[in-house]
């Protein structure tokens, strides 16, 4: 984490939460990659592990930060509110503001997770037309030159 941060490779970001997740994540690549140097599992399903393990964490750190962008924004809103009710209505808007506001930001990142895995899988869908497409091609490429070499 120290070298990937010296070298400006990980946002600029204190999070601790977010830095844990990162380092969960590249365990579990390295030992997916691990996998599959030892031949335990096959190219094909250690690439879908990793993708699998990636997406899980960015979806994560999403929600994360979807739900402390809307608790600080229902803490303002809260207090902001509460202070016509002087320093108790204050302490009690930013409260409730926080909890209302984390739990629409919550809402808000699981939406944005939802569309992401929806495009993710519409794009996996699109790859896999596209390279049958291509082997399809292949085989009669090769179909054709066998006939054509072979009087």
Do not use: H, Y
Not at 47 to 58: E, Q, R, W
Request: aromatic letters at 4%; glycine letters at 12%.
């Amino acid at each position: 984490m120290e070298i990937a941060d010296s070298r400006g490779i990980l946002p600029d970001t204190n999070d601790t939460n977010c830095r844990a997740l990162i380092s969960c994540m590249a365990i579990e690549n390295a030992k997916i990659f691990s996998k599959i140097s030892n031949g335990e599992i096959g190219l094909a399903q250690g690439l879908k592990d990793i993708a699998n393990t990636s997406v899980a964490t960015l979806a994560t750190i999403i929600k994360s930060k979807a739900a402390e962008a809307g608790r600080k924004i229902g803490q303002k809103i809260g207090t902001t509110v509460g202070t016509v009710f002087g320093p108790i209505g204050t302490a009690i808007g930013n409260f409730v503001g926080g909890a209302v506001g984390k739990m629409a930001g919550t809402a808000v990142g699981s939406k944005i997770v939802e569309t992401a895995k929806k495009v993710s899988s519409a794009a996996k869908s699109f790859v896999s037309k596209v390279s049958n497409t291509v082997k399809s091609i292949g085989s009669k490429i090769k179909s054709g030159l066998r006939k054509l070499f072979s009087w």
